[in-house]
């Protein structure tokens, strides 16, 4: 049977160095489109763009900015922070982390320790640069050590050898529970495996923005990267947190990294709505919230290397602006959606099912790299192969099929962007990250929300203390009024 065409809409290729975005699936027409920038003028997004880049306190809750753009502003063009020009400190940290690539020889293994922004950026760095056919690789072996639990703990220590480590620990507080006990049980490995206190200390270095609390930890002053409060955690990996990837790639690299996200800080800065890529994809996914009330949407890279990436923006989008209430304490109507995603074709074999017939119109982000990502024989075909699965889901679920079926029909109108790279390699990637660090902020300043803070993390932290304390004790626990009467009989269940 034959698929009828859904009409495209007026605006659907954009393009800026090299990437093209293709919203021809989302079903907006010439007008849609047309209203679409003028509510995106309306909510004053223009000026939040200008205010985000100028380092005004858009991190309204804290009274901070968000300059996660200075920590890739290769040009060093003066960036003020309450009027002093912070781009001297952030080259001085380029420059030392240059030079420590130059002095790292002989190791085979780096534990790096984080959680959440000081994870998630970096693992998805290393992972996806892997790919890259022929780059430049140090060989060492990079263990990201992210969770509590100690499995993850004990299959790295059982992988590493302990006298050519090094232990990286990332937290911009230095007081993350999890990063913390987890530095502390590395470091007793490395005692326990005959490292003296002079050698321990050569290995381990800390990135953070509490220098005084990693220097209590034992760490020497000149294995102390830094960075500032007015960079969040999950737009961290710019930062001295993307270090392995220039300790792993080279400093060369990591610049490559970040030029590829200065690249679309510039065109998001200074192109108009109706050109800018994060803006359009904003809208987009705005516009299928009030035509639909979608509750999820889902991105879905045609590329095994960014398997990670969906975990990423994840944390990215969710963390950012999943939010009840906007900058003035009001109710919100809109907010973050739920963001799932993996690899494609693998996730045709899972979920697709429900993309395509399920009672939810789902929107999707297909992300499609123009090159092979390995230079084996097979390459080219398996590449043509997958790319004409990309374009096959897109194309059945904004179409659909009818039959007399109704178990084989497919209801269409399922709405996606196709966003293509020409090629997957540090510039690219890094582009790709701050497409979407900068879409996530075009959405909360449409939603009115705050991107820039995450309160609703907190509560269970504080929760797990009183929690932690009484299954320490291992006693029968009555309910109190930091431990309610199910959470006491769950305690009592593990204490029995």
Request: aromatic fraction near 8%; proline fraction near 5%; glycine fraction near 6%.
């Amino acid at each position: 049977m034959s698929l009828k065409p859904v009409a495209k809409n007026s605006h659907p290729l954009h393009q800026t160095n090299g990437i093209v975005l293709d919203s021809a699936y989302q079903g907006i027409n010439q007008a849609g489109w047309r209203s679409l920038f003028q509510q995106a003028k309306d909510a004053k997004l223009e000026q939040f763009i200008a205010d985000l880049f100028a380092g005004k306190a858009v991190n309204n809750s804290e009274n901070r900015p968000a300059l996660h753009s200075a920590l890739r502003n290769l040009d060093k063009s003066p960036v003020l922070v309450d009027g002093k020009d912070v781009m001297p400190d952030v080259a001085e940290v380029w420059h030392r982390i240059e030079a420590l690539c130059n002095k790292w020889v002989g190791v085979t293994d780096v534990i790096h320790i984080g959680i959440g922004g000081s994870d998630f950026g970096p693992r998805l760095a290393i992972e996806a640069l892997a790919h890259v056919p022929d780059i430049d690789s140090s060989g060492m072996r990079l263990h990201f050590l992210a969770n509590i639990d100690t499995a993850e703990l004990n299959r790295i220590l059982q992988r590493a050898l302990p006298h050519s480590t090094k232990v990286i620990i990332v937290s911009k507080s230095f007081t993350t529970l999890e990063t913390t006990m987890n530095a502390k049980a590395v470091v007793k490995w490395l005692k326990n495996n005959g490292l003296t206190d002079s050698q321990i200390g050569k290995s381990l270095f800390a990135v953070t923005a509490n220098v005084p609390a990693a220097k209590e930890f034992g760490i020497d002053q000149d294995h102390i990267y830094p960075f500032w409060d007015w960079v969040g955690g999950r737009y961290s990996v710019w930062s001295a947190v993307g270090l392995p990837i220039a300790l792993q790639y080279g400093f060369d690299t990591f610049k490559e990294f970040l030029s590829g996200a200065q690249a679309i800080d510039q065109h998001f800065k200074t192109a108009p709505l109706e050109e800018n890529l994060p803006v359009i994809m904003a809208l987009s996914l705005l516009y299928q919230q009030e035509k639909h009330n979608i509750k999820s949407y889902a991105v879905i890279p045609y590329a095994d290397a960014l398997d990670w990436f969906p975990k990423w923006l994840q944390q990215l989008d969710m963390e950012s602006n999943g939010k009840s209430v906007d900058r003035d304490g009001k109710p919100v109507k809109f907010s973050c959606p739920v963001v799932f995603g993996s690899s494609g074709s693998n996730a045709q074999h899972s979920y697709f099912q429900l993309l395509h017939q399920g009672t939810e119109i789902i929107p999707i982000d297909f992300i499609a790299v123009r090159e092979p990502m390995s230079n084996l024989p097979e390459a080219k075909a398996h590449h043509r192969i997958l790319l004409s699965n990309c374009l096959a889901q897109a194309q059945a679920l904004a179409n659909g099929k009818k039959t007399d079926n109704p178990n084989n029909t497919y209801p269409g109108k399922r709405p996606s962007n196709l966003l293509i790279l020409p090629k997957l390699n540090a510039f690219y990637l890094g582009a790709l990250l701050a497409l979407y660090e900068n879409r996530t902020a075009a959405l909360g300043a449409l939603w009115n929300i705050n991107s820039f803070d995450q309160p609703g993390v907190e509560l269970g932290k504080v929760l797990a203390k009183p929690i932690e304390a009484a299954l320490k004790n291992d006693g029968t626990v009555q309910a109190n009024a930091g431990i309610d009467e199910v959470t006491a009989a769950r305690i009592n269940l593990f204490n029995q």
